[in-house]
């Protein structure tokens, strides 16, 4: 999943800059660490200067929200959708299930660059974080709680550790998975959401 970039290799150059920058930090971050990488290896590996990162991030910090940061926007825009749409809700939940599991895999580099680095975060930036992953779960339960009051999904084990259980397999996901291996993402994201329908089952 990772690929080492090098400077002197602009990271597509055609690309627009903040993209090259989130590009080259990305990689850099998850093959030598968030604070093993300096800016001046960044903007090199993007093909850019010191003022052009500045004028589009304020700092590394803001380079490390923003990797993370665009994977949660994407989750959560797909989640709202998933909730919305006019489907019964095992099945609106059982997509949602399959689809963050399916976007952390094509994201994963992402994925363990802020498992690892999160405490690199300033104060301020960590709250936005966790503000944004908690309102992401809070939808997410919703679905759960919405099945328990219809009697579709059983009320034994709380929604918050239901959550809790599908959301911890895939926050793991960057432990073992690799694209080289026996499952694919869409299996994988198949198992998974399996598992948590079986565990909600009347």
């Known amino acids: 999943m990772t690929r080492t970039v090098t400077a002197g290799t602009p990271e597509g150059g055609t ?3 903040p993209q090259r920058l989130l590009a080259a930090a990305t990689r850099l971050f998850a093959d030598q660490g968030y604070d093993r990488t300096s800016v001046q290896e960044i903007v090199e590996a993007a093909g850019v200067t010191k003022g052009a990162l500045y004028h589009y991030f304020g700092s590394k910090d803001d ?3 923003e990797v993370y940061g665009r994977v949660l926007r994407l989750q959560q825009e797909r989640l709202d959708a998933f909730a919305c ?3 019964p809700v095992e099945r609106r939940l059982r997509d949602a299930a399959a689809d963050v599991v399916v976007t952390t895999i094509e994201n994963l580099d992402d994925t363990k660059i802020f498992f690892r680095s999160m405490h690199h975060l ?7 974080v966790r ?4 309102r992401y ?11 328990q ?3 579709v999904f059983s009320t034994a084990t709380p929604a918050d550790l239901v959550v809790d259980y599908h959301f911890g397999s895939v926050h793991h996901l960057a432990n073992w998975y690799r694209p080289e291996g026996a499952l694919t993402a869409a299996q994988v994201a198949d198992h998974l959401a399996d598992l948590l329908l079986r565990a909600l089952r009347p």
């Open 63 to 65: 380079l490390l929200h």
């Open 137 to 147: 779960h809070e939808r997410f339960r919703a679905l759960v709680e919405e099945g």
């Open 122 to 128: 300033g104060p301020e930036k960590h709250r936005q």
């Open 85 to 87: 749409a006019d489907a």
């Open 131 to 134: 503000a944004e992953r908690r």
């Open 149 to 151: 009051r219809a009697g």
């Open 15 to 17: 690309r627009p800059v």
